[in-house]
């Protein structure tokens, strides 16, 4: 079956860096695109980033473009979120999402929290 695992989150000062990863498994990794979205306390969940299947297309919200970048690796059946240059607003349940024949998969989702 499809799993997503995500790690990689925790507590950053403003400014800071983390790397999110996203472990994949149940499906053939390398021919889906890959989606990371987010979800702060009392809102919806939105789409952050998402990268295309070989990796050569991304795209950002506006919030986050020239902050963070996806990659991918689909030796690993893995999908990064680089995110740097942090901010307050960034607090967030980070989930990794993919689209199975049509029917969405999403992981535990990892805490990101950014406070000084």
């Known amino acids: 079956q499809v799993q997503l695992v995500e790690s990689g989150g925790g507590l950053v000062q403003p400014g800071g860096s983390l790397r999110l990863s996203c472990a994949a498994s149940?499906?053939?990794?390398?021919?889906?695109?890959m989606n990371w979205y987010r979800q702060a306390p009392g809102k919806e969940r939105v789409v952050v980033a998402s990268i295309s299947t070989s990796g050569g297309v991304t795209s950002y919200a506006d919030s986050v473009k020239g902050r963070f970048t996806i990659s991918r690796d689909n030796a690993q059946n893995t999908v990064y979120l680089q995110m740097n240059s942090l901010k307050p607003e960034d607090t967030a349940v980070y989930y990794c999402n993919c689209n199975v024949f049509l029917r969405p998969y999403w992981g535990q989702g990892t805490q990101v929290t950014v406070s000084s």
């Open positions: 149940g499906f053939t990794f390398s021919t889906y695109v």
